[in-house]
T-cell receptor, first 112, second 117 residues
Framework: SQQGEEDPQALSIQEGENATMNCSYKTSINNLQWYRQNSGRGLVHLILIRSNEREKHSGRLRVTLDTSKKSSSLLITASRAADTASYFCATASWDGNNRLAFGKGNQVVVIP | EPEVTQTPSHQVTQMGQEVILRCVPISNHLYFYWYRQILGQKVEFLVS????????KSEIFDDQFSVERPDGSNFTLKIRSTKLEDSAMYFC???????????????FGPGTRLLVL
């Protein structure tokens, strides 16, 4: 079954720097979504990129998708302390269902 | 902005007891989901629900689990006889359509943290 898998590195950066995290998956996908989770809280949808798209922007977020490598990256530019959170990628397949397969998450700490 | 709501935010129960977790999806959405996240682990899919029936369920969703949409607004997850390993954060989600361009985004609720003692 498909599975989003982030690089499991925790990332600690200074405010104002850019944060990049990666995600790889194993099977064909319909779309890939990125979510943010603040400690012990709910999942906030950030951005969705479809399998026929290569790059997408939303505010300070930039997502890329490389279906040949089965990987995606999320870039947060000009990070803020409020960006401190865990970031998850989740993939949805073409199999007619809409279940999301989540990765393990990347912990990002932005130091003020 | 419309959002998915869940109640209760926290629930503590004794092993073997039944629990019902409640969700109110976004009002014009048609697809509903339950996921869970055991502490420190991945978010895992449990079940999806459409047109008053289960669309898909994972291997986690065994006979102890059931879902229901008792009225036009609520969507519930029942665990009949809780086990210690059911302790987790349970998330409800909803989406407007399934696999339709621009409509696939799943919007998650804040979660119910279930602790089974």
């Amino acid at each position: 079954s498909q599975q989003g898998e982030e690089d499991p590195q925790a990332l600690s950066i200074q405010e104002g720097e850019n944060a990049t995290m990666n995600c790889s998956y194993k099977t064909s996908i319909n779309n890939l979504q990125w979510y943010r989770q603040n400690s012990g809280r709910g999942l906030v949808h950030l951005i969705l990129i479809r399998s026929n798209e290569r790059e997408k922007h939303s505010g300070r977020l930039r997502v890329t998708l490389d279906t040949s490598k089965k990987s995606s990256s999320l870039l947060i530019t000009a990070s803020r302390a409020a960006d401190t959170a865990s970031y998850f990628c989740a993939t949805a397949s073409w199999d007619g269902n809409n279940r999301l397969a989540f990765g393990k998450g990347n912990q990002v700490v932005v130091i003020p | 902005e419309p959002e998915v709501t869940q109640t209760p935010s926290h629930q503590v129960t004794q092993m073997g007891q039944e629990v019902i977790l409640r969700c109110v999806p976004i009002s014009n959405h048609l697809y509903f989901y339950w996921y869970r996240q055991i502490l420190g682990q991945k978010v895992e899919f449990l079940v999806s629900f459409y047109n008053n029936e289960i669309s898909e369920k994972s291997e986690i969703f065994d006979d102890q689990f059931s879902v229901e949409r008792p009225d036009g607004s609520n969507f519930t997850l029942k665990i009949r006889s809780t086990k210690l390993e059911d302790s987790a954060m349970y998330f409800c989600a909803s989406s407007p359509r399934k696999g339709w361009m621009g409509q696939e985004t799943q919007y998650f609720g804040p979660g119910t943290r279930l602790l089974v003692l």
